[in-house]
Every structure is written in structure tokens, then in C-alpha cells.
């Protein structure tokens, strides 16, 4: 089983496996810890990653980028439109209101989703820790920002399922570093709470969380972010500082040709980074566009003025993380800075100067998430043994149901009242589940919603669940518990629901009455609600202990509006109660993604992509080779070949050496594999016999050498 972390980040996405000897971030093909966050489509094959990034220029409308700020969002999302505005690639509304993204694939026009190209590039990645592990990766663990949606969530994990992989857990990309930062730690207080605050800026977003250190345990007191606040926004602000400028000193307008926007863009991502260890920069970009090449310069404080409106916002997640975890500036013990836009040096004077000291860069700021990613793969995973770590984790959106009240009889007409609870507050621990009680005669539904839309963007509703269908023996309202939990990656769903039906058994008065109770768990003692009036909410909250409780959270969860009665009444005598539990269907809608069905068949189409990019990679290893021989045996053969041929077998084969170069350069530039193969047997056909009567050659040499040099 693989023990694997991945980091997708905006622009570069990193790996990190775990060894026995411990965690490594790996190198790609290129040598590289880096792999850019790109698919590239081409005429005959992908390109993703590295091979994709070296494409973009060439190809900048197949080229797909940001896919991060894309997934699980409906395409009139506002931030959305926005970031579609940079973008050099077309993202159409598809008819489930979800983003389309169209490339020009195997010489068509084709249409992706978002989940669909995080596939490739976790396709990709994938390949890139088998590479490495010598084995197949499907366990592994995904760094997520905080921020994301329920559908986000479900989108990476369909994302992952395409590309064949089985998340253990999707972690939040803040509580992987400070994972990463605290497990190796050998000085972490035994009663005290070290409280680190990790704050991470991106490439397109801001994360803080506030976390507190113990012996063996890491708790996240809060976590905040800023969705869009990251390097690219100063990238974008250099950007249209520069645009201006050339419009009034070049007469060009940038934005009417997107290889001129990606190259400024690019040009001006650079000049920020020698921003941050320089006082000034120059940006210099020959032929941008109309044949003109154009000259720039800035200093850093005129740049940390046109950053300003971006700067502003830098504070706002900073108190939010303080005011969430309920703690003073001055109790946070220590700031640690990651994620590589944090290297702005305006940054760090905010930082500074809100924490009242001087933040640190102890982390390996750009490896930290896949790391802490692979750490908790390897503790969630059977084969690795890990020191013993807990992470508790908080949940950073307050998480509601609501369902309609149900009529007590058909007189009183009052069906329709909407009623809801809070059953996951903000800050909730991950994982956690809850059970609910309801009074029901029929088939009723839940709404899983967002309590509180304005703490992210999206539409409220997440998902809607029928329950039901069921008949109760005994009463017209049938007691019904639904749980309902919040699994380790984050994500709300109703699990299971129980139809409870009390029966009167004659029980022999037993001997050790005392032992009855302690049999009954914790399902059975449940609220009795049925003696409310009818107008009552008929819903009952109350904690249950998660078995699966992977990493050992406790649900210490607020009480819930109406708090649990035990049945304290149980007395074990004859006629005793007795509860018979039946399982009761459930069916989900969620709002948006993709269908399971559909899941399946994307799994196919990646499989049928990634073997034509196989293919290819192939076919051009073999023309590669055709090219090698040609070249190897022409140098041979007026070389260390020459004694071995005769002037006409030299000449004719010369010849035909030349006549395959050329080939390669014009009829055989585009050929199959399989041609290229056939080609280099023909050679070899002709070259074998020379380099065998060479080696002959060279073999008895030596012998012969030897035995001169004995006698
Ligand atoms: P995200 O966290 O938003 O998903 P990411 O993890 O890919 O994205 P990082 O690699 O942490 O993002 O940061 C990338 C950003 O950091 C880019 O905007 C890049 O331009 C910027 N950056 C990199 N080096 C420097 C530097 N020396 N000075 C300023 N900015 C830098
Ligand atoms: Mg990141
Ligand atoms: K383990």
C-alpha cells in the first residue's frame, strides 16, 4: 500500500512519499520537486506538468491552467467570471450551470469539465510517485485549501478517482504544515498549549490557522483565509501598471493578443520576485507584440504603492484567526510563514507588525503541504507505524439541516413549517457524527445546507436527502433516527437512518437486574419526544461516538437545541421494552457534480487518453531511436567499422542511411510506432552483421593479447 501526499497547488503541484527511513519530496522527470499545475492539449497527445508548461507558449489557447480556481464552482460564481478574465483558455457555461472548458484535442474541438483536468494532472502526479516508489500509488492524501465547498471537496475526490487514487483523507493544506511542523518536534510542552499561528500565501489565496502543540497532539483552534488574495494579485496589479504604460509609450494594447498577455504576465511574475530581494527591476520583453519590443522598470516602493488595495487585505484573515481561536495577539507563541508570495517583503512588514514579532520561515515553505499530506497518509495507513501524533481538526463553516414539520394529523393543516438546526457549528471537530430523532409517518426529506452564506460563495443548499420509504407497526408516527456526519475530508452526508420500534417482550425477572442497561448503546438511549405537543420541533440532536474516529477526535460538540433525556425509567422487570431497530433507505441529491455513473465512464476516457500520451511518448522514443542509429552507424562505419566492410557494402549503406535521414525530415516525420520499428529492423539488418564481425574481432583480440603476453 502507498503511503503518498500531494500538494495541487495553483501553479505547481508537489509529491511527497514516505519511506521507512522517512518522508521525501520526490523529483519529476525533469529533475524537478515542482510540477506545474498545467495540461497542455495537443494535436496528438497531452502534455501535463512539466511537459505542459514547456507547450503553454506555443499553444497558450489549449493550455489549461488554475485548474484549482475552477473546480466544484457554478460558472456565474462572481469570482469565478473574474478569474476567467485572465485566463487565455475559453471556459464555457455548461448545461448543468457548471464551467466547460474547451481545447483543441487530437485535432477537434472538445469539451473538459474542471474535475476532469484535475484528473490528468493527478494522473500525472501519480505516475510521478510510482516513478519514484517503484510500486502502484492509490492510497494517498490530497492537500485542500480550508476554504473549499462541500462540492469542491467531492469534486477532488472524483478528480482522484479518475485518476485511479483512493484519498485516505483530504486534508486542509494549513493543518498538513502544521502536521509537517509539530511531529518532529521534540520540545512540545506536556501541560501547556504552544499556540503557532501558520499563515500561507499562495498563488491565489490566503490561509491562516491558529494552532495549538501539546506532547503527541496538534489541535486547530481556528482557521480563516482570503480566497483571493495571492501572488498573482500583484502579478495582475504589475500587470496592468505595465499595460497602461505601453498603451501610452508603445501604442499597443496588450490585451487584444493572448500570447502577448501570458508573456507580460509572465514577465511581470518575474520582476515581482526580483522585487522581493531587490530595490528595483527592470522588465524587458523583445517583440511583445506588432513587432515591438518594450522596456520597463520599476522600484519597490512604487510597486508596494500600486499593491496597496491588495496589502489592505492582508489584516483582515490574521484577526479573524485570533478573534475565532479566542485568544490575545500575545498568545500566540510563534508565526510561521509559507507558501511562496509570502517571500513579498510587504507581507512580512504586515506579519510583523500585527504579531508584534518577527515571523519565521522554519518550514521547507514550499514542501511543507505535501508533507504533512504524506505524514497523515502514512498514520491513517496500516503498514507504516508513525509516532504517535493526534490532529484534531476543526471544521470551518457552521453546517445547518432543515426539514418540514410534519402534521400531526390531517385536520390541522400546519405541514409546511420549515424547520432547522445547526448540527455542525463552525469550528466542529473532523470527524464527527451526529444522530437526530424524528416523528414521522411517511417518507420525508432533509435539506443539508450552509448556515451562514456569507462566510464563502456559494449557494447555500448542498444537498437534499429522502428518507424513506418505511411503515411503522405501531403508532402513525414512527420514531425515526438519522445520523448524519462529517466525514474526514470534510464532507456532509446523511449516513444511515434507523427505524425504531419499542416492543413489550416478557422478560423473566433476571437475577443481576443491574447488567441490562449496560447492554443497551448509545442508540437506544435516545429522547423521548413523542410526549411534546405536535407544534414542537420534532427533531432530536444528540452526539454519537464515532467508531471510525480515524484519528481519535472527540465529538466535544455544543449541546444541541434540545438536549438528550436519558431514559432513566428503564426498570428490568417484566413486561420490559425492547427496541427493533430497521434500516431505512436513503437516497441523496447533491447540488451539482458529477453522478456516480458518469464517474465511471470519465475513469475510461482518462484511461483511453493516457495510453494515446503513452503511445505517442513511445512513438517518438522509437523515431528517436531511427535517428540514433542513423547517426551512430554513419560515425562507425568510417570509424572503428572501417576494416570491417568493403568499400561497395560501406557506400551502399551510407547511402542508405542518408535516404533514412531524410525520410525522418520529410515522409517519415509523422509516422506510427509501428513504422518507425520496421524501419530500424531494415538497418539493423544490414548494420547487424558488421557489428557482429567487429565484436568477433574484439573479443579475440584480448585473448590473443594475453597469450602473446604469457609467452
Ligand atoms: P495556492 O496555494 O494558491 O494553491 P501554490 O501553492 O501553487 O498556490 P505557491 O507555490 O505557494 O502557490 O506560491 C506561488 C506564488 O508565489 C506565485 O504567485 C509566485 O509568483 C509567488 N512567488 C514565488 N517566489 C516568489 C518570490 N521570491 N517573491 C515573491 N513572490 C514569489
Ligand atoms: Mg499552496
Ligand atoms: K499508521
Given at each position: 500500500m502507498s503511503v503518498v501526499g500531494f500538494d495541487f497547488g495553483n501553479e505547481n503541484c508537489l509529491v511527497a512519499v514516505a519511506r521507512q527511513r522517512g518522508i521525501d519530496v520526490v523529483l519529476n522527470d525533469e529533475s524537478k520537486r515542482e510540477t506545474p499545475s498545467i495540461v497542455c492539449f495537443g494535436d496528438k497527445q497531452r502534455f501535463i506538468g512539466t511537459a505542459g508548461a514547456a507547450t503553454t507558449m506555443m499553444n497558450p489557447k489549449n493550455s489549461i491552467s488554475q485548474i484549482k480556481r475552477l473546480i466544484g464552482r457554478p460558472f456565474s460564481d462572481p469570482e469565478l467570471q473574474r478569474d476567467l478574465k485572465s485566463l487565455p483558455f475559453t471556459v464555457i457555461e455548461g448545461p448543468d450551470g457548471f464551467p466547460l472548458i474547451q481545447a483543441r484535442y487530437l485535432g477537434e474541438m472538445r469539451t473538459f469539465?474542471?474535475?476532469?483536468?484535475?484528473?490528468?494532472?493527478?494522473?500525472?502526479?501519480?505516475?510521478?510517485?510510482q516513478k519514484n516508489l517503484n510500486a502502484a500509488v492509490v492510497d494517498c492524501c490530497i492537500g485542500i485549501p480550508v476554504y473549499f465547498t462541500d462540492l469542491q471537496r467531492r469534486a477532488v475526490l472524483d478528480a482522484a478517482t479518475i485518476a485511479g487514487l483512493h484519498p485516505l483523507r483530504l486534508m486542509h493544506e494549513t493543518t498538513a504544515t502544521a502536521l509537517a511542523y509539530g511531529i518532529y518536534k521534540t520540545d512540545l510542552p506536556e501541560n501547556d498549549q504552544l499556540n503557532v499561528a501558520f499563515v500561507d500565501v499562495g498563488h491565489a489565496s490566503m490561509q491562516v490557522c491558529i494552532a495549538g502543540f501539546k506532547k503527541g497532539q496538534l489541535k486547530i483552534l481556528a482557521h480563516s483565509f482570503d480566497r483571493s488574495l495571492g501572488g498573482r494579485d500583484f502579478d495582475e496589479a504589475l500587470f496592468q501598471h505595465f499595460t497602461t504604460k505601453f498603451k501610452a509609450e508603445y501604442h499597443i494594447d496588450v490585451n487584444q493578443n493572448a500570447r502577448a498577455c501570458l508573456r507580460l504576465r509572465a514577465a511581470c511574475e518575474k520582476l515581482k520576485k526580483v522585487l522581493s530581494a531587490n530595490p528595483e527591476a527592470p522588465l524587458n520583453i523583445e517583440c511583445l507584440m506588432e513587432e515591438k519590443d518594450v522596456r520597463g522598470f520599476i522600484k519597490r516602493e512604487e510597486f508596494e504603492q500600486i499593491s496597496i488595495p491588495i496589502l489592505e487585505r492582508v489584516k483582515r484573515p490574521l484577526e479573524k484567526a485570533l478573534q475565532d481561536a479566542g485568544l490575545a495577539v500575545e498568545n500566540v507563541h510563534t508565526v510561521e510563514v509559507v507558501g511562496s508570495a509570502s517571500r513579498i517583503p510587504s507581507i512580512m512588514k504586515i506579519l510583523t507588525e500585527f504579531f508584534g514579532k518577527e515571523p519565521k520561515r522554519t518550514m521547507n515553505s514550499s514542501e511543507c503541504v505535501s508533507r504533512g499530506c504524506a505524514l497523515q497518509c502514512a498514520i491513517l495507513s496500516p503498514t507504516f507505524k508513525v509516532r504517535?501524533?493526534?490532529?484534531?481538526?476543526?471544521?470551518?463553516?457552521?453546517?445547518?439541516?432543515?426539514?418540514?414539520?410534519?402534521?400531526?394529523?390531517?385536520?390541522?393543516?400546519?405541514?409546511?413549517?420549515?424547520?432547522?438546526?445547526?448540527?455542525?457549528?463552525?469550528?466542529?471537530?473532523?470527524?464527527?457524527?451526529?444522530?437526530?430523532?424524528?416523528?414521522?409517518?411517511?417518507?420525508?426529506?432533509?435539506?443539508?445546507?450552509?448556515?451562514?452564506?456569507?462566510?464563502?460563495?456559494?449557494?447555500?443548499?448542498?444537498?437534499?436527502?429522502?428518507?424513506?420509504?418505511f411503515q411503522s407497526t405501531k403508532s402513525e408516527r414512527a420514531k425515526v433516527k438519522v445520523k448524519v456526519r462529517l466525514n474526514l475530508h470534510g464532507i456532509v452526508s446523511v449516513e444511515s437512518a434507523t427505524l425504531l420500534e419499542e416492543e413489550e417482550v416478557e422478560v423473566p425477572v433476571t437475577k443481576e437486574p443491574s447488567k441490562e442497561p449496560a447492554k443497551m448503546d448509545t442508540d437506544e438511549v435516545l429522547s423521548d419526544a413523542a410526549t411534546k405537543?405536535?407544534?414542537?420541533?420534532?427533531?432530536?440532536?444528540?452526539?454519537?461516538?464515532?467508531?471510525?474516529?480515524?484519528?481519535?477526535?472527540?465529538?466535544?460538540?455544543?449541546?444541541?437545541?434540545?438536549?438528550t433525556q436519558m431514559e432513566t425509567d428503564i426498570k428490568v422487570e417484566a413486561p420490559k421494552k425492547k427496541v427493533k431497530k430497521t434500516n431505512i433507505p436513503v437516497s441523496e441529491v447533491v447540488y451539482g457534480g458529477i453522478p456516480a455513473a458518469e464517474v465511471e465512464k470519465l475513469v475510461e476516457k482518462e484511461y483511453e487518453m493516457a495510453l494515446q500520451d503513452r503511445v505517442m511518448e513511445e512513438t517518438k522514443e522509437k523515431k528517436n531511436a531511427v535517428e540514433a542509429y542513423v547517426y551512430d552507424m554513419r560515425n562507425k562505419l568510417s570509424d572503428k567499422y572501417q576494416e570491417f566492410v568493403t568499400d561497395p557494402e560501406r557506400e551502399g549503406f551510407t547511402a542508405k542511411l542518408q535516404e533514412t535521414e531524410d525520410w525522418l525530415y520529410e515522409d517519415g516525420e509523422d509516422e506510427t510506432k509501428g513504422v518507425y520499428i520496421a524501419k530500424l529492423e531494415e538497418l539493423k539488418k544490414q548494420g547487424d552483421p558488421i557489428e557482429v564481425r567487429y565484436k568477433e574481432y574484439t573479443e579475440r583480440g584480448p585473448v590473443l593479447d594475453q597469450l602473446v603476453y604469457c609467452i
Open positions: 469539465t474542471p474535475t476532469q483536468v484535475l484528473g490528468m494532472v493527478f494522473s500525472d502526479l501519480k505516475i510521478i510517485g504517535e501524533f493526534q490532529v484534531q481538526e476543526c471544521f470551518p463553516f457552521s453546517i445547518a439541516i432543515s426539514w418540514k414539520g410534519a402534521a400531526p394529523d390531517s385536520q390541522n393543516g400546519a405541514a409546511d413549517n420549515q424547520q432547522g438546526t445547526i448540527v455542525f457549528p463552525k469550528g466542529n471537530p473532523i470527524p464527527s457524527i451526529k444522530a437526530l430523532t424524528f416523528y414521522r409517518s411517511g417518507t420525508f426529506s432533509i435539506d443539508v445546507k450552509y448556515a451562514d452564506v456569507s462566510e464563502l460563495q456559494a449557494p447555500d443548499k448542498i444537498s437534499t436527502y429522502t428518507i424513506g420509504p405537543g405536535p407544534n414542537e420541533a420534532d427533531a432530536n440532536m444528540e452526539e454519537a461516538k464515532s467508531a471510525a474516529d480515524a484519528s481519535g477526535v472527540e465529538n466535544g460538540v455544543p449541546e444541541a437545541d434540545k438536549p
